[in-house]
């Protein structure tokens, strides 16, 4: 299957990076290389891009399409590495960085992936296939407990506990191996009222971001890439679900704060110092045109903030 993605906000994202022509900048989701190959556009010979992306089809994609840019680099890591792929390049600060939290259309639309209700595959959902914990040791092994507490705090999803039941006495017969079984499970538990969307879009989406820990690697990647971001560098996150937007609002609202002391001190004893001023007060949305050339463009929301 060929590796596409429709980079959402691409020109936002990019002209939020300020590109300088020599400058040296981080695309932490590869993917398609929508982003990368406008940030390339943007330098010259003299600047680099660095592109990390934990799915081998992206970087094999991105090697053939980036051939001859010779100031791109691919990394096949999670880019919650970003620190230690840094300091293995001997690089110490940074101009730019960007991260599109959204998962690929490559990874939806190819079926052997098992990221969508849509169609009937293998339950798997890594997004690094050359691991080897995968969405079928989620529903299959995990407690009614555990499996009802992800679907409730990732999917924020109502019937959680009627759902995890459903999962537990189905794999007690034979284990769910399939795309296809689980949507029917979690399907029959929703009430028929409530159907207006898919009714597994919310489970599969929480075991997605459980297989590949997704949430808990933004804030620790945020607060890496500041640091790396040299005096007058941007960072640049784009988001897709509200679990995924309140961290990088309340990472970048943290780092923007400086001192910590109790309101009633009346001097500053923490000494520490505003990092970044936030570049967008509000989050930037997509466009009308873009939002009816690509219809999953529309729960994404960019955050920009510039290197104090």
């Known amino acids: ?10 020109k936002e994202t990019v002209d939020f990076l300020n590109v300088k022509k020599g400058g040296i900048y981080v695309d932490c989701t590869l993917g398609g290389g929508g982003h990368s190959g406008e940030v390339l556009k943007r330098l010259e010979k003299t600047g680099r891009l660095i592109s990390i992306d934990r799915d081998l089809a992206a970087i094999d994609n991105a090697k053939r399409i980036f051939s001859d840019a010779d100031n791109f680099t691919a990394i096949h890591s999670s880019f919650d590495e970003l620190g230690e792929i840094l300091e293995t390049l001997n690089i110490e600060k940074i101009d730019g960085i960007m991260m599109d939290l959204g998962v690929s259309s490559y990874q939806i639309d190819n079926p052997d992936r098992g990221f969508s209700y849509m169609t009937d595959a293998p339950l798997d959902m890594r997004m690094d296939d050359t691991v080897s914990f995968s969405a079928y040791d989620v529903v299959n092994g995990y407690s009614e407990e555990k499996l009802t507490d992800i679907f409730f705090t990732y999917g924020e999803e109502r019937h959680s506990r ?91 609202v943290s780092l923007a704060k400086g001192c910590t002391c109790p309101k009633d001190f009346p001097v500053c004893v923490c000494g520490k110092k505003p990092e970044i001023e936030i570049l967008t007060k509000k989050p930037v949305l997509p466009s009308e045109t873009e939002l009816s050339e690509n219809s999953r463009s529309a729960s994404a929301k960019l955050r920009a903030a510039l290197k104090l």
């Not at 296809?180 to 028929?192: D, E, H, N, R, W």
């Open 1 to 10: 299957m060929k590796f596409k993605h429709y980079p959402v906000m691409l």
């Open 162 to 252: 009627r759902i995890a039941a459903a999962i537990v006495k189905e794999r007690e017969a034979a284990p769910i191996k399939t795309t296809g079984q689980l949507s029917q499970i979690i399907t029959s538990k929703v009430p028929a009222y409530e159907k207006g969307g898919h009714p597994a879009k919310r489970c599969f989406q929480a075991i997605r971001i459980e297989v590949n820990n997704e949430l808990r690697q933004i804030e620790p990647t945020i607060r890496t890439a500041v640091d790396k971001l040299g005096l007058g560098g941007r960072i640049a996150i784009i988001s897709f679900h509200s679990l995924e937007d309140a961290i990088v609002k309340k990472t970048f």
